[in-house]
């Protein structure tokens, strides 16, 4: 069976990125990373694909002034590369619904909040405020809307009291390194899919769910 081209995007340090690069050197994974795609040069995550010996290139969203040539230009980089699957890893770039509606149903993205909870940015500060006692990450797929595509899987984990914003990120980003290989490899083998706007997981609808401790 021909493993899934995944094209992964990234911005920083890309410790989701290198999950997946380890999990795709298991015989049998489901998948292959054939390209990442930094928008920032001093992506650190460059160097992690440089390390595996994948292709790698950054897009330097600085070099466009308009957020739509941007676009444009990375679709296509991406339509060269022809990936079966593109997965956002720490990519804090909104793309235009022109972009999104292209690779709707093959881009996927992971969010460090419970979604629909805590859309957006510093949801570790949003989540400690708001009182809750359960916090985690997303993976999902990516629509027009920001952090609103049907959920693929979710990882929960507590928060403990006197919690910093910086120890629920750490707590949580263990959680996305489980959560992301075990979502891609699900994406990649076929067994979730979405059909009118809906994750089906092995041809019922819903997704993955991870309990952290
Ligand atoms: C992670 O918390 C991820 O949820 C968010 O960006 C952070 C950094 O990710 N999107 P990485 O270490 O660059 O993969």
């Not at 930094?38 to 897009?59: M, T, V, Y």
Request: contains cysteine.
């Amino acid at each position: 069976m021909r493993r899934a081209r995944v094209l992964v995007l990234i911005s920083g340090g890309g410790s989701n990125l290198q999950t997946l690069i380890d999990a795709a050197r298991q015989p049998n994974c489901a998948y292959e990373i054939v390209h990442v795609i930094a928008n920032r040069p001093d992506a650190f995550g460059l160097k992690r694909a440089e390390h595996a010996g994948i292709a790698s290139a950054c897009l330097d969203h600085k070099a466009f002034q308009v957020r739509a040539d941007f676009d444009t230009a990375l679709a296509a980089l991406i339509d060269q590369i022809t990936p079966d699957l593109i997965v956002l890893a720490g990519f804090m770039r909104i793309m235009g619904a022109e972009f999104v509606a292209r690779y709707e149903g093959r881009m996927i993205n992971i969010h460090p909040s419970l979604l629909p909870n805590f859309p957006g940015l510093h949801t570790h500060a949003r989540a400690l405020e708001a009182g809750v006692t359960l916090h985690g990450c997303t993976v999902h797929w990516v629509t027009a809307g920001v952090d609103e595509g049907a959920i693929i899987g979710q990882a929960c984990v507590p928060v403990l009291p006197g919690d910093s914003p910086d120890d629920l990120a750490a707590r949580v980003l263990v959680q996305e390194h489980r959560l992301y290989p075990v979502c891609v490899e699900a994406v990649a083998s076929g067994r979730a899919r979405l059909v009118n706007g809906r994750t089906y997981l092995d041809g019922k609808p819903g997704g993955i769910a991870l309990m952290g401790i």
